[in-house]
């Protein structure tokens, strides 16, 4: 496939993008925050650590060679030829981002975002196998992630691949749509979650000999909620940075994105408290984060391409979705997720690639990187996104299970079920993330 040069963008345009990419940061705190708070306390240490490696391996290993496969429509990609179509199924760039000048052209703000993106897409593994994930083994199953699986299905999506240009191969609507990550990050995470989940196994005593779910609650529920605060910021900064990049959206549109992330998380939170007060007596904090945090997730896809009110029922959905799946999938599938980052997720953000075929798009919205004429039947958006989701399942999911299998098979996982009661702080980094509140015996009480 002969390349093109990417589109560059105005000066206004690139400032903007650059002053969105840099709020990329506080969704990582969030999430790591979340991420912690709904742990044990014996467990926090090793969690925050944990964020900080795996944060740095991922943007490591995109650096050295995730850009290079994913990609971005107008640089060189692997293509297939299909009966007349051309199937872009893999970037063909060079690795350690060379070729790629870093001057505020649109591949390079791409590839800026992406180190960040990444990165978040990492941290949501984490809070689903806490507790009892070996802190090498996360950093390895990272480098896969962040070298193999995101870039591959990112390239589809964002980098002009196949799923972008089924609306020009195949008349279904813009071709796959997605402007923030619902299905690149929220899914692929979520769906590397379910893996390690299935891998891992539950906590030690987190279910009984009848197969019962025991309440192991997280620590801090401060650290949760204002975790959530500060995912906010972080995916407006998110969403926004990428609808002007994967959906063409002008500055002045990005107010739309804003308002559509805000609805979006409002109804979530709104529906969870109202949800688990309907069936709980009282509202319950963790799950109404989750809900919060699962609007986000969904509100993602189509942010740049929905009106408001179609945003804020999509967090309402949401937000009740979660509060009954998390339930579900402990007591029915016995999958124990301490962040509920499958549901929140995995399960969000398929919802919001969903939404994004039900509900009317607002007028004046650009089309995806990667598809340039408009849907020929009412019914073709609908179809792109559902072929999106089937791709997630069908591909992604067997292709993160498999790659995690292999590396359990050479490097085990877990922390030992005997070392998993002291915690993973003390067995894996020696102390815990609170000294003042260990006991201690009488000698290390003397005067």
Same mark, same amino acid.
């Given at each position: 496939m002969s390349p093109q040069p990417p589109q560059a963008m105005a000066e206004t345009s690139q400032v903007l993008c650059i002053l969105f990419i840099f709020l990329l940061p506080l969704a990582l705190a969030g999430l790591a925050l979340i991420n912690t708070g709904l742990s044990r306390?014996?467990?926090?240490?090793?969690? !925050? =650590?944990?964020? =900080?490696?795996?944060?740095?391996?991922?943007?490591?290993?995109?650096?050295? !060679?995730?850009?290079?496969?994913?990609?971005?429509?107008?640089?060189?990609?692997?293509?297939?030829?299909?009966?007349?179509?051309?199937?872009?199924?893999?970037?063909?760039?060079?690795?350690?981002?060379?070729?790629?000048?870093?001057?505020?052209?649109r591949a390079s703000l791409t590839a800026l975002m992406q180190l960040f993106c990444v990165a978040l897409a990492a941290l949501i593994p984490l809070g689903a196998a806490a507790e009892r994930w070996r802190l090498r083994a996360c950093c390895l199953s990272t480098a896969l992630l962040a070298g193999i699986t995101y870039p591959l299905f990112a390239h589809w999506v964002w980098g002009g691949g196949w799923l972008a240009r089924l609306g020009q191969n195949y008349g279904l609507g813009f071709g796959f749509l997605d402007a923030g990550g619902s299905s690149t990050l929220q899914a692929v995470g979520g769906l590397t979650a379910l893996s390690m989940v299935w891998l891992l196994g539950p906590r030690r005593g987190k279910y009984n000999l009848e197969g019962m779910p025991a309440a192991l609650p997280g620590h801090n529920t401060v650290l949760v909620l204002f975790g959530c605060v500060l995912a906010l910021v972080g995916w407006m900064g998110l969403n926004a940075a990428g609808s002007m990049l994967f959906a063409g959206m002008p500055p002045g549109r990005t107010v739309l994105v804003a308002v559509n992330t805000l609805l979006s998380a409002a109804g979530a939170v709104l529906a969870a408290a109202a949800t688990t007060r309907y069936r709980f007596g009282k509202p319950d904090a963790s799950l109404s984060a989750n809900g919060w945090l699962c609007g986000l997730a969904a509100s993602s896809a189509g942010c740049a391409f929905v009106p408001p009110a179609a945003a804020l029922l999509i967090g309402l959905v949401a937000g009740t979705l979660v509060t009954y799946t998390v339930a579900w999938m402990e007591a029915r599938l016995g999958l124990d997720d301490p962040a509920g980052a499958v549901s929140v997720h995995a399960l969000g953000g398929i919802w919001g690639i969903l939404a994004v075929g039900l509900f009317p798009r607002t007028a004046g919205v650009a089309v995806a990187a990667g598809a340039a004429i408009p849907p020929t039947a009412p019914?073709?958006?609908? =179809?792109?996104?559902?072929?999106?989701?089937?791709?997630?399942?069908?591909?992604? =999911?067997?292709?993160?299970?498999?790659l995690n299998w292999l590396l359990n098979r050479f490097s085990p996982q877990r922390i030992p079920p005997d070392e998993e009661r002291h915690g993973a702080d003390l067995y894996e980094l020696g102390a815990g993330a609170y000294p003042e509140f260990m006991t201690h015996t009488d000698e290390f009480s003397q005067w």
């Open positions: 306390l014996r467990s926090a240490a090793h969690s !925050m =650590l944990a964020t =900080l490696c795996v944060a740095g391996v991922a943007a490591v290993t995109y650096f050295v !060679m995730g850009f290079s496969l994913q990609g971005y429509p107008g640089l060189p990609s692997h293509t297939l030829n299909i009966f007349g179509k051309e199937w872009s199924w893999l970037g063909a760039g060079h690795f350690f981002m060379r070729g790629v000048p870093l001057d505020g052209s019914g073709g958006q609908f =179809l792109a996104q559902i072929v999106g989701i089937a791709t997630l399942v069908g591909f992604v =999911l067997p292709l993160t299970y498999s």
